[in-house]
């Protein structure tokens, strides 16, 4: 499926016009979530996607990184060139209590696919809560500093594309996208199996057109 619908400000690709407003803008954008340059999603956070991907992350059947990271390629930009994959860190304390970091499983597969080395560039400095049930303002404050470069000499100057499971509000990336821009990253992309589709618990947006997935020309 090929994407006809684009946001004048982030380029993120949609199946419809509803997500973008009369200014051709979406609702990250609007939000101010801003510090990517893109975003690629291979589908919605429902059904069977989402199933695996629990699956994955809380099930810990770490053979499914590999189909899913088979998604992650199909929802590659066709119009983009990258220098390296850059997995979105989890803290090294929830690393070690689920044994991964499911970011980079599917991201290792995907760079290999591209010929393209994955760098593990961030960390996460501090624990935080889990972002559910938080309200976008909320969400930009939980994650503000909480990533840091490791090594900017590895990534300046390059065109990074970040990878994480699912994509919420665009808040943790970011967050992401900002610190290696910081570090000299020359652009960042941000590419997600799933997009959550935020209708239902937008209450405070419920009049203006609301997010919705986004695809990747397969
Ligand atoms: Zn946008």
């Known amino acids: 499926m090929v994407a006809e619908y684009f946001c004048v400000k982030c380029r993120t690709p949609f199946l419809s016009e509803h997500p973008l407003d009369e200014d051709g803008v979406c609702g990250m954008c609007r939000h101010g979530f801003t510090d990517f340059d893109a975003a690629y999603s291979y589908g919605a956070y429902e059904g069977k996607l989402r199933e695996i991907i629990h699956l994955l992350k809380y099930g810990r059947i770490e053979p499914l990184a590999k ?44 760079a290999d696919y591209m010929s393209l080395p ?46 994480d499971d699912v994509f919420t509000t665009g808040a943790t990336a970011s967050a992401c996208a900002k610190a290696l821009k910081q570090a000299g990253a020359k652009h960042v992309s941000l590419l997600t199996l799933a997009r959550v589709d935020r209708r239902p618990v937008m209450a405070e947006f419920r009049f203006t057109p609301a997010d919705s997935m986004s695809v990747g020309a397969a």
Do not use: T
Request: proline share 9%; with cysteine; hydrophobic share 45%.
């Open 67 to 110: 189909p899913l990271s088979n998604l992650l390629i199909k929802a590659l930009p066709l119009d983009q060139l990258f220098d390296c994959v850059v997995p979105i860190p989890i803290h090294w304390m929830r690393r070690i209590s689920r044994g991964f970091n499911q970011a980079e499983l599917i991201a290792k597969p995907l």
């Open 118 to 163: 994955m760098v593990k560039a961030m960390r996460r400095r501090s624990y935080r809560p889990p972002q559910v049930g938080l309200s976008n303002a909320q969400r930009r404050d939980n994650v503000r500093g909480v990533f840091s470069v490791r090594k900017p000499e590895q990534i300046n100057g390059l065109r990074i594309l970040l990878v």
